[in-house]
């Protein structure tokens, strides 16, 4: 089955610590985003990238990086720089410049930082 | 930059209609999508509008105006499984896909 896999679904790490989440679909999907998402409010784009081994800067890019040296995979590293980590975590593909694509989700990955 | 307002939420009973409001400001303005997230879940895809006017996909209708950067998604019969967060979402020309602060709706019965 195609799809969007996000792994872990829950995360636990020390404050101090980089934390680095897993996000791999096998759709055939040129563009894949992060989100950050926390209670009661809506997604924040974090980073996005419309073709491999480039990716551009959302909304709230300070204190993660990512990486994208495959179209399949698309992984946010949660750094030390980043005051406030704890939240959920989305990752999505398009199927690019195609406006009237859906995005496609992963269930998300839960990161509390302790 | 790009913004998109909603109302933070919406409560009605089963079976009756809900409209939940989206106005927006961006800069080449491609379409408007509508998803639903139901609490903890993936956000899902409902229903995209490029050109002005109503789309339908069975109970759900959306609707765009452009010239008034604003549109509407619509939700007939209301079910109690219809509660959920819902987010309308805008892409643009810098190709990111931005999303609402999304509204609750809560369907009582």
């Known amino acids: 089955d195609g799809g969007i896999t996000q792994s872990p679904k829950y995360l636990f790490r020390k404050e101090g610590q980089n934390v680095t989440l897993s996000c791999e679909q096998n759709?055939?999907?040129?563009?894949m985003y992060w989100y950050r998402q926390d209670p009661g409010q809506g997604l924040r784009l974090i980073y996005y990238?419309?073709?491999?081994?480039?990716?551009q800067k959302g909304d709230i890019a300070e204190g993660y990086s990512v990486s994208r040296e495959k179209k399949e995979s698309f992984p946010l590293t949660v750094t030390s720089a980043q005051k406030n980590p704890t939240a959920f975590y989305l990752c999505?593909?398009?199927?690019?410049?195609?406006?009237?694509?859906?995005?496609?989700f992963g269930q998300g990955t839960r990161l509390t930082v302790v | 930059g790009q913004s998109l307002e909603q109302p933070s939420e919406v409560t009605a009973v089963e079976g009756a209609i809900v409209q939940i409001n989206c106005t927006y400001q961006?800069?080449?303005?491609?379409?408007l999508s509508w998803y639903q997230q139901h609490d903890g879940g993936a956000p899902t895809f409902l229903s995209y509008?490029?050109?002005?006017g109503l789309e339908e996909t069975g109970r759900f209708s959306s609707f765009l105006s452009r010239s008034d950067s604003y549109g509407y998604l619509l939700l007939q019969e209301l079910q109690m499984k219809d509660s959920a967060s819902y987010f309308c979402?805008?892409?643009?020309?810098?190709?990111?896909?931005?999303f609402g602060t999304g509204t609750l709706l809560a369907v009582q019965p």
């Open positions: 979402a805008v892409g643009g020309a810098t190709n990111k896909l931005i």
């Open positions: 961006t800069s080449g303005f491609y379409g």
């Open positions: 509008n490029a050109l002005d």
């Open positions: 999505a593909s398009s199927q690019g410049l195609s406006w009237d694509a859906e995005a496609f």
């Open positions: 759709l055939n999907h040129d563009a």
């Open positions: 990238s419309q073709i491999v081994n480039d990716f």
